[in-house]
DNA sequence: TTCTTAAATAAGAATAATTCTTATTTAAGT
DNA sequence: ACTTAAATAAGAATTATTCTTATTTAAGAA
């Protein structure tokens, strides 16, 4: 956990080193996310920040939003694409998800099936489902990858 | 893991006790689902259906599915609703999710920290992202619910 | 078996989230 | 100040999901 004056000063080396500009916007953006403890979305950015910066496009948190991703500042919450995903295997389990082709595993491991919930947490939430979430790429995206240049 | 006629009998079965009607598309569309290991969206099983049943709508379809898992034969995998959420927060930590609000909550444990990825995985992904998931109600929905009556 | 009725469905409109296209603007190095 | 590739704004397009309403049907009752 680092102070906020800090964590802008980081963000602006980073664009320098990834040789993205820094512009009013991302910089409005980067201060909005990391002000906020909710997990924004990209509207929930957009409609805060229109207050200061009423030309700002929805477009723009997206795409800026996208690129925090890439380079490190950011990251999006544990999700499974844009659709919901469905499954019918009620039996405790968990998943790996390849975040460039979307394809979803499901991983039986005796000790993910054994987590506690913490208390801080069992106080505040009736607790329903307890998954362990991997993301990465399989070994298929890694090939194709290998293959572009 | 139990073989397909078994689980379409419990299906059946199922929707007698909670009183839903076993229609053709609610059975095509459990059938569809536990015949998949792709852990499907509502269009890509309206797509595998709409060959047998081509008057079935994509309504029907999301509909069914929500009812699926109202009455327990049936998961979303794990998602933090419709719309992507993103956070600044690079720090090493997990999430609790209220399913009726939306928010989350970070979770920091030690113990969450020390998962191992199974050898299954990592010699088929390169893993990215390791994160416990936690789905519940949260205080406040709780006592909404409460005073639901 | 036929009748009744609440539940479920189909169809299409509506809404919501995200991405694309294109013309314009601008950050940042020269 | 000048140049230029990158970034942005605006609005259209796409995709996912939900809503509205009229019709159909499963399933229990007669």
Redesign the pocket.
């Known amino acids: 956990m680092m102070n906020k004056e800090r964590k802008i000063e980081l963000f602006k080396e980073k664009?320098?080193t990834k040789g993205?500009?820094?512009?009013?916007?991302?910089l409005l953006i980067y201060e909005e996310l990391i002000n906020s403890t909710e997990h924004p979305?990209?509207?929930r950015i957009y409609s805060s920040i229109t207050q200061k910066?009423p030309?700002?496009?929805?477009?723009?948190v997206?795409?800026?939003l996208?690129?925090f991703c890439t380079i490190g500042v950011a990251t999006m919450a544990e999700g499974l694409g844009?659709?919901?995903r469905f499954e019918g295997n009620m039996d405790n389990h968990h998943h790996v998800h390849c975040v460039q082709c979307g394809m979803i595993h499901d991983v039986y491991d005796a000790n993910y099936d054994q987590l506690l919930v913490p208390p801080q947490v069992s106080q505040e939430f009736k607790i329903l489902k307890k998954i362990v979430h991997l993301e990465g790429i399989c070994r298929k995206c890694q090939t194709e990858y290998e293959n572009m240049d």
Chains 1, 2 share one sequence.
């Open positions: 664009c320098q993205i500009k820094l512009t009013p916007q991302r979305t990209a509207e910066f030309t700002i496009s929805l477009d723009t997206h795409r800026t996208e690129t844009n659709s919901k």
